[in-house]
């Protein structure tokens, strides 16, 4: 439980940060990755890289997208 509160918490303070920070996927991937870690036993690591995982996912919809156009 108390992974998750510090990946809220890490994640509400970067929202608050203000700068055109390009991070796509890596919220949602966060959430999810760290969520999956909790349950694990390693938390801040799943949370890191669900981050990774979702913001080259959303690179990958991108380029995609931008190919169909």
């Known amino acids: 439980m108390k992974a998750i509160m510090g990946a809220c918490m890490i994640l ?7 700068g055109t920070a390009n991070a796509k996927g890596c919220i949602k ?7 999956a870690g909790h349950m694990a036993g390693h938390g801040k ?3 890191a890289a669900g981050c990774v995982i979702g913001h080259h996912e959303a690179n990958k ?9």
């Open 45 to 47: 690591a799943g949370a």
């Open 29 to 35: 991937g966060a959430i999810v990755g760290g969520v």
């Open 61 to 69: 919809n991108q380029q995609q997208q931008q190919q169909q156009q």
């Open 12 to 18: 509400l303070a970067a929202s608050l940060v203000p």
